[in-house]
């Protein structure tokens, strides 16, 4: 039977230091004037001035004809020695607008996405997931059919997110320029400079002081919760505390072969436990393709995970495999990079 839970995304559950987050859908020419070039080729030079033969007067000119029309020359010679005068709007229009300084990046933009942003292998940070379908035996689902899982993998604000799968489900996720998490699916991010900020929830509540690293990802949560990283990027453990007295509740183990070993320490750890994959199958590039995930008590029932990846090597789906009475049922999950 699976075992179903309300619609719901937690980053990682309530002892992970935050309530169940419940969430339904969430998911914006001018012309141009001559060169000076062009205006000095129009002006006769003094060798050309020089051989320029002179008009013989016809018979019946007289001399004061002769000295009008010398007049008349000279101030016409005169007149085509200056430079052309041009218009004042039309000498502004030809020539080319200077462009406008910069503007200073704002940290509030979405970040790029796609191939521009980096992608860890086993952290990888989506902008979407959503449901696509979901079979059972080649058939549809009934609709009140739900799975829950939890992707150890996908990381967006740090650590393994917890899924409960229903028709309607879409998350969607927005980061900064510097790969700060702007908004999730239960929370609202500002920030405020100097890896510094603040997140509530999308109605107000719940506002607590969040710290970032240098790579953009969460590590500070309040003053008493601290997500700490593996030198190569993925979940490595979340501790609770104060100042430098921390006690880790959650440690994620990277082994050989992409498998993973997961140990915690809740005061109720017989009643409580995380799913941690007891097979994990590769491509020949070393990817993961397949994880076998066994019961977990009340937490979670068996389920296997299927990845597909695209050409950027990010998975861009997951078939999710969820035990059913007397078929599983088969999930399909989108994930995009570029939102």
Known sequence: MTHVRPLS?????????????????????ALGCGS????????????????TPKATPGPGVTDDARKADAAKVAAAADTASKPAQVDAAADTASKPATPPA??????????????????????YRPCEIAVQSCTKDGKPCA????????????????????????????????????????????????HTGANKGSRAR??????????????????????????????DGRAAGRSYGKGNKWKQVVTYTWGPKETLGIGWTYPD??????PVPEKVELDAQGRVVREVFAD??????????????????????????????????????????EC
Not at 38 to 45: E, G, H, I, N
Not at 269 to 274: K, M, N, Q
């Open 36 to 51: 000076g070039a062009d205006v000095a080729a129009s002006r006769p030079t003094p060798e050309a001035a020089a051989t």
């Open 9 to 29: 995304l937690c980053a990682h559950d309530p002892r992970r230091g935050g309530p169940l987050l419940v969430v339904g859908l969430v998911c914006s020419v």
């Open 296 to 337: 977990c008590q009340i937490n979670y029932s068996e389920f296997t995970l299927h990845y597909h990846y695209d050409a950027a090597g990010r998975p861009d789906a997951l078939d999710v495999e969820c035990a059913g009475d007397p078929k599983p049922d088969i999930w399909r999950l989108a994930l995009k990079y």
């Open 102 to 123: 910069p503007a200073a990046p704002d940290p509030a933009v979405v970040a790029p996405s796609g191939p521009l942003r980096a992608q860890t292998p086993g952290a």
């Open 202 to 231: 999308r109605d107000g509540s719940d506002k607590q002081a969040v710290e970032f690293d240098a790579q953009g990802r969460l590590t500070r949560i309040g003053r008493d919760i601290r997500i700490d990283y593996t030198p």
């Open 143 to 190: 609709a009140d059919e739900s799975c829950y899982v939890s992707l150890a993998r996908v990381i967006p604000e740090g650590e393994p997110i917890d899924v409960n799968i229903e028709a309607s489900v879409s998350l969607r996720w927005r980061y900064a320029a510097d790969e700060r998490v702007l908004e999730s699916p239960g929370y609202i991010y500002k």
């Open 269 to 274: 750890s017989d009643e409580f436990c995380e």
